[in-house]
């Protein structure tokens, strides 16, 4: 009973926004920093998925996976001199560079090596995304892209490099996205800045509207990639361009969930806490953005079967508990205030919709080994990143 139980299972994934958006022929680079299991990337790429990429080690990764290089797109505003040369090796298709200071950068590197490569502009729309502050990025006081008015000084200032050359837009707002206005208005801003950039004498051959479409945390508030797809795709039809998506969550999120096991049942002055044996370390967007995770347990008496994962259910006979794991911070939970069927030592919780931005962010904090991760087909499972060891947590810190 004490062993380890917590593990990720995930589905063979479903490329539905290839068809919802295939009036527009796009090109899916599938976010890698939502789900990076090179067993899970094989299998996008088997269905024609590019890659979207933040770092050499996921650069790797996509490599590793069998990408088309020419099918990856590189974001990130801090992309190092060893990254970018790792990605001019590869031969990748995009750079989506931030700032000027970056693009100094890329045209030099690009020069110094005779090396042609496609940039892509990312502009910062400023519209609101309505999503947590944490995750929210195309409004005007982050980091990420440069402004519409300062896009055009950029393209006037480097748009004529024979080398780093600028040929696409690139928007990316925010994650995730609930509905398809914030993306209406940023692309509406996106085709206006490429109509006056055409007129500038630049050739702009490609819009990337980048990801954070969102998964279904709840029944109630799953946004289908048709319902952004309705909208936007009659903005895109005709104008000439080759749309990149890259969606991450939408399409990993509800392919995963968290197993994880009742240690103990403790009360603490009216809470009662299940503690289980995950943890903010394999799972941290409940601590870090309040984030819903639908948890419920894997074995339960038919009558507290739940009619969908809503926010809370509240079904007669259950009880109110807090699902927590055993790390030091006060803030270390999967699941709060919640009615769940009761539970005892030994019994097994699914946390929900943990496919995106689960074990990527997991963390080896207090010195937990991470979760296995096992890929489900149909009845057939298989582990697809081995269970952690203790030895594995010290390998780094050996024979120096
Ligand atoms: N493209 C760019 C440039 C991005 O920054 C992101 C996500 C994506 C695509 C993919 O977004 P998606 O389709 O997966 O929503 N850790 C947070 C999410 C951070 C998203 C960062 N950027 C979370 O757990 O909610």
């Known amino acids: 009973m004490s062993k380890p139980a917590k593990s990720f299972f995930l589905i063979v994934l479903s490329f539905i926004a290839a068809v919802a958006f295939a009036p527009v022929n796009p090109l899916i680079c599938f976010s890698i920093k939502s789900c ?24 790797y990764r996509a490599i590793r996976a069998g990408v088309d290089p020419a099918k990856v797109v590189y974001a990130g505003v801090g992309k190092t001199d060893p990254e970018i040369i790792q990605a001019l090796d590869a031969g990748i298709g995009w750079f989506n560079v931030e700032s000027e200071a970056e693009l100094a950068n890329l045209c030099t590197i690009a020069a110094g090596r005779r090396q042609q490569m496609r940039v892509a502009l990312r502009v910062n729309p400023d ?3 309505k999503t947590h502050r944490h995750t929210t990025t195309g409004k005007k006081e982050t980091k990420f892209g440069v402004d519409l008015e300062r896009a055009r000084r ?8 024979p080398w780093a050359r600028l040929r696409g837009i690139h928007l990316h707002i925010g994650s995730p996205v609930f509905q398809a206005e914030p993306y209406v208005e940023a692309i509406g801003k996106a085709l206006g800045l490429i109509e006056q950039l055409r007129r500038d004498g630049f050739a702009i051959d490609t819009l990337n509207i980048g990801g954070g479409y969102a998964a279904g945390y709840r029944d109630d508030q799953t946004p289908t990639f048709e319902s952004y797809a309705r909208k936007i795709v009659p903005m895109l039809a005709g104008s ?22 009742t240690q103990f049942v403790k009360q603490g002055g009216d809470k009662q806490f299940v503690i289980v044996d995950g943890a903010m370390t394999d799972l941290i967007r409940p601590a870090l953005y ?12 038919e009558r507290f079967v739940p009619p969908s994962r809503g926010a809370d259910l509240a079904l007669p006979g259950t009880v109110e508990v807090d699902v927590v794991g055993p790390v030091c911070e006060s803030s270390d939970y999967l699941a709060k205030g919640r009615h769940l069927p009761p539970v005892q030592r030994g ?6 919709t943990a496919g995106a931005y689960g074990f990527v ?7 937990r080994p991470n979760a296995a991760e096992v890929l489900v087909t149909g009845d057939q499972m298989r582990t697809i ?5 203790y030895e594995d947590l010290t390998k780094a810190e050996e024979n120096l």
């Open 290 to 301: 309040d984030a819903f995770h639908f948890a419920w347990p894997v074995r339960c008496d």
């Open 127 to 129: 519209v609101d995304p």
């Open 361 to 367: 962010m997991a963390s080896h904090y207090n010195s």
């Open 154 to 161: 950029v393209f006037e200032q480097f748009g004529r490099d």
């Open 240 to 261: 000439g361009l080759r749309i990149i998506l890259e969606p991450g969550r939408s399409i990993a999120a509800n392919a995963g969930i968290l197993v994880t096991r």
């Open 385 to 389: 990143r081995r269970r952690e060891t």
């Open 347 to 352: 019994d097994l919780i699914a946390v929900f």
């Open 36 to 59: 990076q299991n090179i067993h899970i990337l094989e299998r996008l790429v088997a269905l024609g998925a590019g890659m979207d990429v933040v770092s050499g080690g996921e650069l």
